[in-house]
């Protein structure tokens, strides 16, 4: 079975400042690893996924996530905070070659301070 | 692509009603998904078709709930005699393939008085 741990409920940084948003993952095969956004009312947008192939991740938005096996890490960082970066995020992980549904962690809630 | 919608948006219900949520995916879109997300949680998923057929059902939280996809196109979720611990954000997901990324309708949110 495969899990997902986001450490941090919420985070807070300045605008101009670094986000980095941290996320750890348990997978008994190789994991496809994803991270969604999340603002308020609205449902799910994928920000940036790892499948195979390189390692460092480029999304929108100018986000970008590391894939560190072992580490089992997929942390998401963003050089400059912008005020409409506030948003719950969500880590979410799918073994490679099993069941379609994704599994996600509890997500963290990104405040931005001006 | 006018992306997934869902409908109703917002559900507001008695205990012990029956509640039936829309999914329409992305034309094309041949598998569909379903999730539930409760308040501080991420969304936990409940149950996946591919075209009409439903792959994975065991994740379906009880047998008050089910799901269908009749025609290979929209689906619709059905929770029987709804409980306070229903009250939730029920989301929908639909990918052109298996491997595929999923987009994510903006949900319906139940609320069972």
């Known amino acids: 079975a495969q899990s997902v741990t986001q450490l941090g409920s919420h985070v807070s940084v300045s605008e101009g400042a670094l986000v980095l948003l941290r996320c750890n993952y348990s997978s008994s095969v190789p994991p496809y690893l994803f991270w969604y956004v999340q603002y308020p009312n609205q449902g799910l947008q994928l920000l940036l996924k790892y499948t195979t192939g390189a390692t460092l991740v480029k999304g929108i938005n100018g986000f970008e996530a590391e894939f560190k096996k072992s580490e089992t890490s997929f942390h998401l960082t963003k050089p400059s905070a912008h005020m409409s970066d506030a948003a719950e995020y969500f880590c979410?992980?799918?073994?490679?070659?099993?069941?379609?549904?994704?599994?996600f962690g509890k997500g963290t809630h990104l405040i931005i301070q001006p | 692509d006018t992306g997934v919608s869902q409908n109703p948006r917002h559900k507001i219900t008695k205990r012990g009603q029956n509640v039936t949520f829309r999914c329409d995916p992305i034309s094309e879109h041949n598998r569909l998904y379903w999730y539930r997300q409760t308040l501080g949680q991420g969304p936990e998923f409940l149950t996946y078709f591919q075209n009409e057929a439903q792959l994975e059902k065991s994740r379906l939280l009880s047998d008050r709930f089910s799901a269908e996809r009749p025609k290979g196109s929209f689906s619709t979720l059905e929770i029987q005699r709804t409980e306070q611990g229903d009250s939730a954000m029920y989301l929908c997901a639909s990918s052109l393939e298996r491997l595929g990324t999923q987009y994510f309708g903006p949900g319906t949110r139940l609320l069972v008085l």
């Open positions: 979410a992980v799918r073994p490679g070659g099993g069941a379609d549904g994704l599994t």
